[in-house]
């Protein structure tokens, strides 16, 4: 079995930054893509950032130039920087990770975890 954690989310003002982390334990072998997305309800869920096992990424224009996906193989963690927040990303963000384990590859979800961006 694998397991995700996520944390780093809460409250910042505009123009602030927060760090998420989602760090991936268990029966790991490997993990191949790694990704980042959001929920704010009533939108569906949506791609954020992601990032292949050879560092390749890619962003959803909302973000480009504001957030930076980066991973630690060694730590099977990835990370999401986002700097000069904006109301409209506020949001549940998830992880994705694409994992190999010893008998099978699949996606794990992380819980969630809340960004709100609010003066």
């Known amino acids: 079995q694998v397991q995700l954690v996520e944390s780093g989310g809460g409250l910042v003002q505009p123009g602030g930054s927060l760090r998420l982390s989602c760090a991936a334990s268990?029966?790991?072998?490997?993990?191949?893509?790694m990704g980042w997305f959001r929920q704010a309800p009533p939108k569906q869920r949506e791609l954020v950032a992601s990032?292949?096992?050879?560092?390749?990424?890619v962003y959803a224009d909302s973000v480009k130039g504001r957030f930076t996906i980066s991973r630690d193989n060694a730590k099977n963690t990835v990370y999401l920087q986002m700097n000069s927040l904006k109301p409209e990303d506020t949001a549940v963000y998830y992880c994705?990770?694409?994992?190999?384990?010893?008998?099978?590859?699949?996606?794990?979800w992380g819980q969630g975890t809340q960004v709100t961006v609010s003066s």
């Open positions: 994705d990770l694409d994992v190999t384990t010893r008998g099978s590859r699949g996606h794990y």
């Open positions: 990032i292949t096992s050879d560092g390749n990424t």
């Open positions: 268990g029966s790991i072998f490997s993990i191949n893509a």
